[in-house]
């Protein structure tokens, strides 16, 4: 079955370095993986995407790298900030299934 | 333009009741979904659908039941509730062609 997954819980950092959270996933078909960022009381918001046929893409202060062989997905984030301290889920999706698949979440804490 | 908007954003039910968590999009979304949260965990998908008149399963639908006899309106209903679906409900969208999802500010509901 089709299953996204993060490596790690929790990640700690400090303010000013780079952050580096992780995901694996299990379904070849994916046509698009997508990173989210939940804060505190709220719902999700799209940060950044790439397609399956892509291995990197960048955007405002943060990468994403995909690689397919190992069916390993990265979010990195310069210069983390305080703001940056909250819940990230990637999660992928099959175009025209309808439906997105979340993995768990990495919870980011900044301290200053 | 209002994006996603669920009510309540909070509900106590006791063991038994019946009630309906809303959902409405004005943005003239094709998907719709419903998606529970539990603390610590990821996005779970209760039900889905890709257009008006058109609703599926996902990972984790006992219990709830939906409808979308209009694009912009997804209503959930919990049959009979449950100590169990105690959760936090997020209703979200997007466009077919599309991978950004628009998530609700969610529901806290909570059975006792």
């Known amino acids: 079955g089709e299953s996204v997954g993060l490596h790690l819980p929790t990640l700690s950092v400090q303010e000013g370095d780079n952050s580096i959270i992780n995901c694996a996933y299990s379904n070849s078909a994916s046509d698009y993986f997508i990173w989210y960022k939940q804060e505190s009381g709220k719902g999700p918001q799209f940060i950044i995407d790439?397609?399956?046929?892509?291995d990197k893409r960048q955007g405002q202060r943060v990468t994403v790298l995909l690689n397919k062989t190992v069916k390993h997905l990265s979010l990195q984030i310069a210069a983390t900030q305080p703001g940056d301290s909250a819940v990230y889920f990637c999660?992928?999706?099959?175009?025209?299934?309808?439906?997105?698949?979340f993995g768990d979440g990495t919870t980011l804490t900044v301290k200053p | 333009n209002a994006g996603v908007t669920q009510t309540p954003k909070f509900q106590v039910l006791k063991t038994g009741q019946s009630m309906t968590l809303q959902c409405a999009q004005d943005m003239n979304h094709e998907y719709m979904s419903w998606y529970r949260q539990d603390p610590g965990m990821g996005l779970r998908l209760i039900h889905y659908?890709?257009?008006?008149?058109?609703?599926d399963q996902g990972e984790v639908p006992n219990g709830y039941n939906v409808s979308r006899s209009t694009t912009e309106d997804f209503p959930l209903r919990l049959l009979s509730a449950a100590p169990s679906q105690t959760s936090v409900y997020f209703c979200?969208?997007?466009?077919?062609?599309?991978?950004?999802?628009?998530f609700g500010e969610g529901s806290w509901l909570t059975v006792v």
């Open positions: 659908s890709v257009g008006a008149g058109i609703t």
């Open positions: 979200a969208s997007r466009i077919r062609s599309g991978n950004t999802i628009y």
């Open positions: 790439i397609r399956s046929n892509m």
């Open positions: 999660a992928e999706n099959i175009n025209n299934a309808g439906k997105s698949t």
